[in-house]
């Protein structure tokens, strides 16, 4: 059964940095394609990034790109997502997630259908 545990959620001022950490459990880690989605109050799901199992292809939504940036380390099965230039519309719940085919990457959130309980991240203007 695969497990996802994310922290390093907080409060931060708009421009700052914070860095998220997802500790995987249950299968193999590098076989399968992780990502970062968010959800902000009274707004739908956001897929805001994702990264392929080995970790050399990565996308980024319009949204983020440029100042999120999206790691894996597969010896510690965890995936990181590095935020900066944070902004007030940063702020909502983010939620790891894992895909289910291996070795597959896609930037559709319907093919990332394990996700972890949620960290929320709040960025005051």
């Known amino acids: 059964q695969v497990q996802l545990v994310e922290s390093g959620g907080g409060l931060v001022q708009a421009g700052g940095s914070l860095r998220l950490s997802c500790a995987a459990s249950?299968?193999?880690?590098?076989?399968?394609?992780m990502g970062w989605v968010r959800q902000a109050p009274g707004k739908e799901r956001e897929f805001v990034t994702g990264i392929s199992p080995g970790g050399a292809n990565t996308y980024y939504a319009d949204s983020v790109k440029g100042r999120f940036t999206v790691s894996r380390d597969n010896a510690k099965n965890t995936v990181y997502l590095q935020m900066s230039s944070l902004k007030a519309e940063d702020t909502a719940v983010y939620y790891c997630?894992?895909?289910?085919?291996?070795?597959?990457?896609?930037?559709?959130?319907?093919?990332?259908?394990?996700w972890g309980q949620g960290t929320q991240v709040t960025v005051s203007s």
């Open positions: 249950g299968r193999t880690f590098s076989s399968y394609a």
């Open positions: 997630a894992a895909g289910d085919r291996r070795y597959s990457f896609t930037n559709s959130i319907s093919d990332y259908p394990y």
